[in-house]
């Protein structure tokens, strides 16, 4: 995981663009660079993971472009192959690649060729244009803003790199790019090439496949790989096909767990047993969670109730792997949830319902359960990898029938757990494992402490006066004006970088009373929880 900033203007001194830079040291530790000719200034901190010598470190630079980009290309051994004749590469990174593809194909081309997780900004000398993009889910994070003083456009790995620099801040929408003039998109969940004609038992061997792949893909590493493991089905799955995939090495897996009944460490415990990994669990406690809240949502930058609340037993997991141990690549299973049904996702009333809020999930995801993972992982300077975002594995379990996707079968998740019910690639009390929200699976205790510690912190009428306080989005619980408070204090004004509060679709029958995003509370957790 890397940082970084592009502002396409000298209207600032180098000290300035410094300490605006250093906001995002932790992302990229190793080594930093400011390069600042041409009338554009960039700024980069490294976290060494592909060609860990100083010919990998960025901005990368020739006599027609300038390149800053966080992020891993999957697919650079084959575009490199196919740019070789026209360009001499002077490193072994993955993303030097994106300057000869850019000036053989151009920035629309390009960035349709890219399968990756990667935010990155290139500005073209000749033509004197800046563009940037960013991956289809936003795996990895990029702002942009316009100067104070000149207006100028300026790109930066958070928001709070931009703050002391820009007038309005904005996040950069996923599957878009700058084209030196506008936002384009490039690819959005809806929007894939067709639907599938495939039936439940062909669409079960192609995720298969397209899994496994993906995840071998995220094994290339000159630096050393860890996965975090719940015990949950997605996590599960990728630790399986990564111990699979290199028989040869022992893999490294980290749980975390409340001191207080917390319902995952077993399961992680058994997965960990039953691949034969080199497991770690660490253990928190009510003072570990109060007493790192408001450092998670400075690093998160968002008010919401659920992101922050899974945020913090994954961070403080990171803090302790950074801590104890020389890994710097983690992977992890976010993004199954939107593709193939949350609990909240059995009341869907049709298919084409399931599907609308599988694409409506796909897109926010960058504001949610992908900010969590990169905020998380990457202030602890550790590089977070996410198989089940692959770009391929994404558009076709998107094109898939969503009849199939439905539960149907009394048992979520039914198309994915069959994908790997043959081949023993996990205990099947595991694989047919309900789920647990992570928030929750780390001990239920957690989120009573949090709800507890709000009430103690704010009087019925705080609550009743939110709405003069924030017309937009409107705390409706003391926990959510705790955390909308923290983060004003941090980030005043900056509400909108975050649409609404992550919550099941109430609109659907049995779901318009919910008013807490805690599958907990829905009528079907039945045995997730235990």
């Known amino acids: 995981m890397c940082g970084f900033l592009a502002i396409d203007s000298n209207e600032f001194d180098l000290k300035t663009f410094d300490e605006a830079l250093a906001k995002c040291q932790d992302r990229g530790p190793d080594m930093t660079r400011v390069f600042d000719e041409r009338g554009v200034t960039f700024g980069f901190n490294r976290l060494a993971i592909m060609d860990l010598t100083d010919s ?6 020739t006599l027609d472009c300038t390149l800053v980009c966080n992020g891993e290309i999957y697919n650079y051994p084959e575009l490199k192959k196919n740019l070789e004749t026209d360009y001499e590469f002077t490193s072994s990174s993955d993303c030097e690649v994106l300057i000869p593809l850019y000036r053989k194909y151009g920035i629309e081309t390009m960035v349709k060729m890219l399968d990756g997780e990667f935010s990155f900004v290139l500005y073209d000398h000749l033509s004197k244009t800046i563009y940037a993009a960013r991956d289809i889910i936003g795996i990895r994070p ?3 803003g316009f100067t104070k003083k000149d207006g100028k456009i300026a790109f930066a790995s958070t928001g709070k790199n931009l703050l002391d620099l820009c007038r309005e801040i904005h996040p950069f929408l996923p599957g878009h790019y700058y084209d030196g003039e506008k936002i ?7 929007l894939t090439p067709k639907m599938s004609t495939d039936d439940f038992e ?3 061997h192609k995720i298969h496949d397209l899994l496994v792949e993906s995840v071998d893909q995220r094994l290339a590493s000159d630096a050393p790989v860890g996965y975090l493991l719940s015990g949950g089905l997605d996590s599960s799955l990728v630790c399986s096909i990564a111990a699979r995939l290199q028989p040869d090495t022992k893999i490294r897996t980290f749980a975390i767990g409340m001191d207080q009944n917390p319902i995952d460490l077993k399961y992680a415990r058994e997965v960990a047993d039953y691949l034969g990994t080199d497991h770690t669990e660490f253990i ?3 003072e570990d969670v109060l007493g790192v809240l408001r450092e998670v949502i400075y690093t998160l930058e968002t008010w919401d109730i659920t992101t922050i609340r899974a945020s913090i037993g994954m961070y403080i997991l990171c803090k302790k792997i950074h801590e104890t141990t020389d ?3 983690i992977l992890t299973g976010e993004c199954s949830d939107e593709l193939f049904g949350y609990k909240y996702t059995d009341f869907a009333p049709s298919p084409e319902e399931f599907q609308k809020e599988a694409a409506k999930r796909l897109r926010e995801l960058y504001m949610y359960d992908v900010l969590r993972a990169d905020r998380c992982i990457s202030a602890n300077s550790l590089e977070g990898r996410v198989p089940f975002a692959d770009r391929e594995f994404v558009d076709y379990v998107m094109s898939v029938d969503p009849d199939l996707k439905m539960n149907h079968y009394h048992k979520g998740k039914y198309l994915l757990r069959k994908a790997f019910e043959e081949g023993d690639w996990l205990p099947r009390d595991i694989l047919m494992r309900e789920k647990a929200a ?7 205790s957690m989120v009573d402490d949090l709800k507890e510690y709000a009430e103690s912190k704010y009087s019925d009428e705080d609550l009743a006066k939110a709405g003069e306080k924030y017309p937009y989005r409107t705390p409706f619980t003391k926990e959510s004006l705790l955390y909308r408070d923290i983060f004003e204090e941090f980030y005043p004004g900056k509400a909108d970088w975050i ?3 992550w919550m099941p679709n109430r609109s659907w029958k049995s779901l318009g009373s919910v008013t807490d995003p805690s599958a907990r509370v829905l009528s079907n957790y039945g045995a997730s929880g235990e």
Do not use: C, I, N, W
């Open 499 to 501: 649409k609404d509060y």
């Open 142 to 144: 990029m702002f942009y």
């Open 284 to 286: 928190m406690t009510r």
């Open 327 to 329: 890994l710097k690549v």
């Open 184 to 190: 384009v998109a490039y690819h959005e969940p809806d």
């Open 438 to 444: 992570f928030s929750d699976a780390v001990g239920h």
């Open 56 to 61: 990998g470190m960025q901005p990368f630079e």
């Open 202 to 204: 062909t669409a079960t």
